[in-house]
Each structure stands twice: as structure tokens, then as C-alpha cells.
């Protein structure tokens, strides 16, 4: 037997499914932010980030049918949205660099370092990282995928992506430190 997920918004999904436009249009404002925002910090492009926005929607409303409430709508969304920022990105050629055979360091226990550090100073910070560094950091630190999932989602080995996770902090610490902002 299959878990359903029910959230606040499943009367919404159900009238979409009935092809409610009201209904879509109620899910679009509810949500649109959100994913305008986890595209932006993956493809650092504003007009990128509002093409996939709008892909992304049109994609749900019309697979709304597949969407069998095993996760809130707004968890199924952000999938789309990651995956079609992810393509985006590939469009643009990014390439992750592939170290195999590095030794990393242990992850530290906690990025307690950041939570100190003002919000907005690290995403803009971050906005300066190359994009594999950045994709990497964002899918880790802000939207909590672990290194097989990310490896997963980016077609690439978890090596890589600790690897990139690791680079990408030390770059956007000594970003920060330029500007003043960590010690």
C-alpha cells in the first residue's frame, strides 16, 4: 500500500487536476517565489531562473496527473525545478571537475561558521562562485540534498561532489573574508 501524502494545498492539486486555470493560477502565486529563488541560486541567471520558472509550472500542470501525493506539491515541484535548472546549466556546457582520487577532509561536524554570517551576504558571495562550486553548495547547504543524492541529481560520482562542496566553501570563505564579512 502506497503512502499519500495530504497537505494544505491538495484541494488545490485536485481542482488543478480537474483543469481548474483558477486553481493553477492560486498554485503559481503560492509557489512561485520559492522556486524563482532555488532556480536563481543554481543558474546565478535571473532570466534563466524565470525561463525554468515557467517550464517548470507548465511541466507540473501538465503531468499534475503523475503527481501521486507521496510528498507535498511544493517538494514534487522543486524537483522540476531543480532538474530543469540542472539542464539549463548543461546547456551552458558546465563542466565538474572530477577528482577521483583527492583526499578530502572530513566534513566538519557543522557549518556553524555560516549561520553566523548574514544571509544575504552569503548568497550574494555565493552568486560569485563558478558554477559547479555554487550548484554543489546550494543543492548541500540550501536545499539539504546529501552528496548521493546531489551525485545522483548531477550525473556525477559523490567524489566529485564532495570535492566541489569543499572547494566551493574555502572559495566562498576567502570571498567573504575579501569583503570583510568572516574573520
Known sequence: MEAVYIDKNSSLV??????SRKAQFDLYKL????????????????????????EAFLDAFTRIGDFRQETTFGL?????????????LRKRKVELVSVDEVDLPAEEAADGEYEQLQADAVRKAMMLLPDGYRVVLSL???????????????????????SQYMRGKKKLVEILEKSGIAR
Open 14 to 19: 485536485d481542482a488543478c487536476r480537474k483543469g
Open 140 to 162: 548541500y547547504l540550501l536545499e539539504g540534498y546529501d552528496h548521493e543524492e546531489i551525485a545522483h541529481i548531477l550525473q556525477i560520482s559523490e567524489v566529485t561532489s564532495r
Open 31 to 54: 509557489y512561485a517565489r520559492a522556486m524563482y529563488n532555488v532556480s536563481v541560486r543554481i543558474l546565478n541567471d535571473e532570466a534563466e531562473a524565470e525561463d525554468v520558472l515557467q
Open 76 to 88: 514534487w515541484l522543486k524537483q522540476i525545478v531543480i532538474n530543469r535548472s540542472i539542464n539549463y
